[in-house]
C-alpha cells in the first residue's frame, strides 16, 4: 500500500505546476499537504470521489485536484496556477482507509515521501 508523488520542481512566480500521486489502490479520500521549512505541515486540498473538493483558503482559485475515474488508475492531481513564493514548500500525498475527507493530518495514515515545490520571485 502505497502513494507516491511526482512533478514537483521549480518555478517562477505565476507559473504553474502539476503534482501527480500515483497511489497502489483506491483509496476513499486523498489530498495534499505541504510543509515549508520551519513551518508545521498543512492541508491544502483533499478530494474523494463524493465531493468537490476541501481547499484550504490559501489556495482557494489558484489550484485545483481532480481524481479520473479510470480503471485500475488511481492517481491524484493537484493542479497549481498563479504560484507565488509562499508556495515554495515540500508537497506530501496522503490517502486514507476511513470515510472521511478532511484537511486534518490525523485522519491520514498513508503518506508519500513529497515532492519539492521551489517559486521564485
Known amino acids: 500500500v502505497y502513494v507516491k508523488e511526482s512533478g514537483g520542481g521549480s518555478v517562477q512566480a505565476g507559473g504553474s505546476l502539476r503534482l501527480a500521486c500515483a497511489a497502489s489502490e483506491y483509496f476513499y479520500c486523498m489530498a495534499w499537504f505541504r510543509q515549508a521549512p520551519g513551518r508545521e505541515r498543512e492541508g491544502v486540498a483533499a478530494l474523494s470521489y463524493e465531493d468537490d473538493g476541501t481547499f484550504a483558503d490559501f489556495v482557494k482559485g489558484r489550484f485545483t485536484v481532480s481524481r479520473p475515474m479510470v480503471r485500475n488508475n488511481y492517481t491524484f492531481y493537484l493542479q497549481m496556477n498563479s504560484l507565488t513564493p509562499d508556495d515554495t514548500a515540500m508537497y506530501y500525498c496522503?490517502?486514507?482507509?476511513?470515510?472521511?475527507?478532511?484537511?486534518?493530518?490525523?485522519?491520514?495514515?498513508?503518506w508519500g515521501q513529497g515532492t519539492q515545490v521551489t517559486v521564485s520571485s
Open positions: 496522503a490517502a486514507n482507509e476511513r470515510y472521511v475527507c478532511t484537511l486534518l493530518i490525523s485522519e491520514y495514515n498513508i
